[in-house]
């Protein structure tokens, strides 16, 4: 059981908006930044969004990040293929004092 | 650009000790500014972290793998490494090492990741 609650599953066509949500509490969502990270099929994770909403360098500006109290959600403006994978929230956990992932949620482009 | 690359045995007997080393090219672990860290994943299942170490040693660690867990730094090799003792079958899994800030804490560098398997 994931201290930060994601949906399972997720998915869109081509060019379709999709959200994927993060659900914590006041000791890690509520207190800390929030980062994305996407996991393409037999690869590493990658940092897609940092601080709540930052891109790094070479990120599409059709991802983007934010943070309403003790959740959080990653946005996909525009769906692509490539974008299938699987995506965690991910943050410092003030009274677990250590890191903490959500359980990851599967994105599948149909 | 900054690379990390993990090495070890992919194949450890149950109640052994796995040990990992992580190679840190294209800047030093010694910087102020990061923590080196492990996470790992068991096949088909989420990420889960292991712990990390600052310059100075300072260590953190999930509290369930507290017990078992040893990680350290040798600079004179830019390296960091980890060590798991009493290992079951629920340890199998990917292990990826991993850089993330000291301040608003983000994981931006990872390793391509060691596949370990606890099996007898």
């Known amino acids: 059981q994931s201290v930060l609650t994601q949906p399972p599953s997720a998915s869109g066509t081509p060019g379709q908006p999709v959200s994927i949500s993060c659900y914590g509490s006041?000791?890690?969502?509520?207190?800390?930044?929030v980062n994305w990270y996407q996991q393409l099929p037999g690869t590493a994770p990658k940092l897609l969004i940092y601080?709540?909403?930052e891109r790094p360098s070479g990120v599409p500006d059709r991802f983007s990040g934010s943070k309403y109290g003790t959740s959080a959600s990653l946005a996909i403006s525009g769906l692509q293929s490539e974008d299938e994978g699987d995506y965690y929230c991910?943050?410092?956990?003030?009274?677990?004092?250590?890191?903490?992932f959500g359980g990851g949620t599967k994105l599948t482009v149909l | 650009q900054l690379q990390l690359q993990e090495s070890g045995p992919g194949l450890v007997a149950p109640s052994e000790t796995l040990s990992l080393t992580c190679t840190v090219s294209?800047?030093?672990?010694?910087?102020?500014?990061?923590?080196w860290g492990w996470v790992r994943q068991p096949p088909g299942k989420g990420l889960e972290w292991i712990a990390s170490i600052f310059y100075n040693g300072n260590t953190y660690s999930n509290p369930p793998l507290k017990g078992r867990i040893t990680v350290s730094l040798d600079t004179s090799k830019n390296r960091f490494s980890l060590r798991l003792s009493s290992v079951t079958a629920a340890d199998t899994a990917v292990y990826y090492c991993?850089?993330?800030?000291?301040?608003?804490?983000?994981?931006?560098?990872w390793g391509q990741g060691a596949l370990v398997t606890v099996s007898s």
């Open positions: 991910a943050l410092w956990d003030d009274s677990l004092n250590g890191w903490v």
């Open positions: 006041s000791s890690n969502i509520g207190s800390n930044p």
């Open positions: 294209g800047g030093s672990i010694s910087s102020r500014a990061y923590y």
């Open positions: 601080s709540n909403n």
């Open positions: 991993a850089r993330h800030t000291a301040v608003a804490p983000y994981f931006d560098y």
